[in-house]
């Protein structure tokens, strides 16, 4: 069984330009929730998409944006980077919105912006 | 909205000690309860969740948690820690409608030392 995994590890960037990390999600599940770890905290959530629609969405401006694809894996777009952005992108999949309460996340994509 | 407060930025434990980690939640209606663990470089596992039944949750890696709904809290306790259990431990919520939208705790870093 193949697990979450996350595309790039690590990028650097510069204040305003776009960036898409991506996430392929675990087998058979066909959901995935995107949450941002900045350094020293907890992750704070940022969408979940099931079955290729947004399900939901956390305090995020709309400069952060996503797609979830008929493989159910997924993109994060941030466009108009701030130096606030640095931080730990986390992907996690489950199955059915989470109803089991158990999700399953990546390793992460550590974006630096400068 | 939910909040959830981790107490203890930083636990130091000895090997083979016993080790407590205090979580408190604000919520009064029912919620669903997780803790996760984050080891170095890596994304975060499960380790044990409350969605209802049994106060008393036990999870892997010979940890366990009481679900208290008087004091909102969700305690994690393991009797005897190894080193391997250096990591950070992350406490979360969410509301039974919002699977899979989780709010987390700042998180407490375990250090054991021999």
């Known amino acids: 069984e193949t697990g979450v995994t996350q595309s790039p590890t690590h990028l650097i960037k510069t204040r305003g330009q776009q960036v898409t990390l991506r996430c392929s999600s675990q087998?058979?599940?066909?959901?995935v929730s995107w949450y941002q770890q900045a350094l020293g905290q907890g992750p704070q959530f940022i969408f979940q998409y099931y079955r290729e629609e947004e399900n939901g969405r956390g305090n995020f401006p709309p400069r952060f944006s996503g797609l979830q694809f008929p493989n159910y894996s997924s993109e994060l777009n941030v466009n108009a980077l701030e130096l606030d952005d640095s931080a730990l992108y986390l992907c996690?999949?489950?199955?059915?919105?989470?109803?089991?309460?158990?999700?399953?996340f990546g390793e992460g994509s550590r974006l630096t912006v400068l | 909205a939910q909040s959830v407060t981790q107490l203890d930025s930083q636990v130091p434990v000895f090997e083979e000690a016993p080790v407590e980690l205090r979580c408190n939640y604000s919520?009064?209606?029912?919620?669903?309860l997780f803790w996760y663990v984050q080891y170095p470089n890596q994304g975060l596992q499960l380790l044990l969740k409350?969605?209802?039944?049994?106060?008393l949750v036990k999870g892997i890696n010979g940890f366990e948690a009481e679900f208290n709904k008087s004091q909102t809290s969700f305690h994690l306790r393991k009797p005897s820690v190894h080193i391997s259990d250096t990591a950070e431990y992350f406490c979360a919520v969410s509301d039974p409608d919002s699977w899979g939208k989780l709010q987390f705790g700042a998180g407490t870093q375990v250090v054991v030392t021999p």
């Open positions: 919520s009064s209606v029912s919620v669903y």
């Open positions: 996690a999949s489950s199955t059915d919105r989470g109803k089991t309460g158990e999700l399953f």
């Open positions: 087998s058979g599940h066909n959901t």
């Open positions: 409350y969605l209802s039944g049994s106060t």
